[in-house]
């Protein structure tokens, strides 16, 4: 939103490290650095912000200003519950260093980041009776969530960095963190008694603004068994706010995205382009055709659309994942009516990627 519309006031959110960065760091890596140089360079901020809510490491705001401070109105519950953020800080950090395996950049920028970020969900997660850890007051990813307990992105991404701050240690001769990986091991993933992901404790099924357990399948790896997926996939697609009678133009262009990844994955090829579709085009606004924040809306240009836009093509159809082996291919099929892609100049060695 930084060069246009004016909701956001050019306030940076969860939507640069999750939404935007992604295809930056497949097509564009040295414009994915400079991202999380301004984080790095506002490290000190986010460590005086936890130390301000009694916690330890860093902890982002959920808007950040030019300065690294919180800068979300003080009548939004997002700005002081809303801590995903600071898992998403991680997790780009961490994917920077598989992808270019800079051992330079990762001990003077990645480990010192992944290393506060853990620190931070240590401090922020809290050991219940049942032995588990379990992380209390939060605003989902689906913000219509507010003040609940153990969200699903919220515990996936702090279980992923957790684990993440524990293997940059390795790859730079450190020992590993014990506390890290226990409270990594055992953070709780809520489950309904037929094995769906629960949004969160007491969820029932209410409608979502977006995804939100989704995101544990992608980007995320906490769920990747293909009866799992498809079981999250299809509970809440139609929790859904935009596949609900009178709420259409409630979601934002990004939630449809990871529903057309995740069928593109596993080989639902016409559910996966129907979802494409509608991941930007019910948001173009003419004349144009820059994208709004929702179908219909007015506001453009929503980069947070564009990116999750652009995930479908290089991470869905395309196939192009994220590991330790650096960027590779996953087999997926095109819509029928489509003859070839191909992803140009992807990562550090500017590799051709093709799908016919």
């Not at 480990?111 to 605003?139: Q, T």
């Not at 060695?349 to 093709?354: A, I, S």
Request: hydrophobic letters at 35%; charged letters at 20%; aromatic letters at 12%.
């Amino acid at each position: 939103m930084g060069l246009s519309g004016l909701g956001y006031n050019g306030h940076v959110f969860w939507d640069t490290e999750l939404w935007m960065y992604p295809p930056l760091l497949v097509l564009h890596p040295e414009i994915a650095k400079s991202l999380l140089e301004y984080r790095f360079q506002r490290l000190g901020a986010a460590k005086e912000n936890a130390k301000n809510h009694g916690y330890q490491g860093a902890m982002f705001p959920w808007e950040s200003d030019n300065d690294g401070q919180e800068s979300c109105p003080v009548w939004a519950l997002t700005g002081p519950f809303q801590h995903h953020v600071t898992g998403c800080v991680g997790f780009a950090f961490w994917k920077y260093y598989q992808v270019t395996k800079d051992k330079s950049w990762l001990a003077t920028r990645g480990y010192p980041m992944l290393k506060e970020v853990a620190d931070f969900w240590v401090s922020r997660a809290e050991l219940g009776k049942d032995g588990k850890y379990h992380i209390i007051n939060v605003v989902c990813a689906d913000e219509w969530a507010e003040n609940v307990d153990d969200n699903a992105f919220t515990n996936g991404i702090a279980k992923e960095v957790l684990m993440y701050a524990n293997q940059a240690a390795k790859e730079l001769g450190y020992p590993e963190n014990p506390e890290w990986k226990k409270v990594s091991e055992d953070i709780v993933i809520l489950k309904f008694t037929d094995g769906t992901t629960q949004e969160y404790a007491g969820y029932a099924g209410q409608l979502i603004k977006q995804t939100d357990v989704n995101l544990l399948s992608y980007p995320l790896k906490q769920i990747t068994d293909k009866a799992s997926i498809e079981k999250d996939l299809d509970y809440y697609w139609k929790a859904l706010a935009d596949n609900n009678p009178g709420r259409k133009g409630q979601s934002p262009a990004m939630a449809q995205a990871i529903f057309s990844i995740l069928n593109a994955r596993l080989g639902n090829t016409d559910k996966a382009y129907s979802q494409y579709m509608d991941s930007y085009k019910p948001n173009e606004v003419p004349p144009f055709g820059v994208l709004a924040e929702t179908a219909g809306g007015t506001n453009p240009y929503f980069a947070t659309g564009a990116g999750g836009y652009l995930q479908t093509l290089v991470n869905g159809f395309a196939g192009l994942d994220i590991t330790d082996a650096g960027i590779i291919q996953l087999k997926t099929k095109l819509p029928k009516h489509w003859k070839s892609l191909t992803i140009k100049g992807a990562g550090p060695d500017k590799k051709d990627f093709v799908v016919k």
